[in-house]
């Protein structure tokens, strides 16, 4: 099945912590597999746009009940979800756009698929009239409950944004994407399609992009 756009499954992976759980996030933390990993960042909103996904030389700190052992200080972001188990594995998502693509505004979403089962749905622009230009990189970080493990592709879907009387010029009617990573952050697991092949998504439409065990970074 195609990509829905509209209220994105991440939105529940991704709700920042809540200081009236705060207690069960302690308690969960105790006897969790899952790392709580906080990354220092100077806003969330930055953190969720993929712009701090190094951790310092003393490494990133530990939310909950192993804290005392964590040397990182200040500001520090994650992700939890709304309800037990709230911890999850940090994933961050990047589609660099073709530098000859049309200007167009809209929402793109990436969903992820291991075995036909949809992992994670994600709103790659955060609104559903960003302005989309050529060569932009769109990133974001999303979390998962359990390590993703194998992968086997993504879905991106183009929902354009409806213009009115002709309003802002002309818009492109589709989004052209020259590279798509997958990257965990807990550990050096990184997916990339396929490193000299763009793929284009139309207004309305996705496209499926196979991932591989391969880095395409620049």
């Known amino acids: 099945g195609g990509v829905i756009g509209g209220q994105s499954e991440a939105a529940y992976e991704q709700a920042s912590c809540s200081h009236s759980r705060s207690h069960g996030y302690y308690i969960e933390s105790i006897h969790s597999e899952c790392p709580y990993t906080a990354f220092p960042c100077h806003d969330f909103n930055s953190f969720m746009d993929g712009k701090c996904l190094v951790c310092p030389i003393t490494g990133c700190a ?4 192993y804290s005392i052992y964590s040397l990182g ?5 994650s992700t939890t979800k709304s309800s037990s188990p709230f911890c999850g594995y940090h994933y961050f998502v990047e589609l660099v756009l073709d530098r000859d693509m049309a200007k167009t505004s809209g929402e793109v979403f990436v969903a992820i698929f291991s075995d036909y089962e949809m992992l994670a749905n994600v709103s790659m622009t955060g609104k559903s009239n960003a302005d989309i230009k050529a060569g932009d990189i769109l990133r974001h970080v999303f979390s998962y409950h359990s390590d993703l493990g194998k992968v086997d592709y993504a879905e991106i879907y183009f929902n354009k944004a409806k213009q009115f009387f002709g309003w802002g010029g002309q818009k492109g009617n589709e989004v052209v994407v020259s590279r ?3 990257r965990s952050l807990e550990d050096t697991l990184i997916y990339s399609g396929r490193c000299d092949t763009s793929t284009t998504i139309s207004a309305y439409t996705s496209q499926i992009v196979l991932l591989n065990r391969i880095d395409c970074e620049d």
Do not use: E, H, V
């Open 180 to 182: 798509a990573r997958l």
């Open 62 to 65: 530990q939310m909950g009940f």
């Open 73 to 77: 200080r200040g500001k520090m972001y």
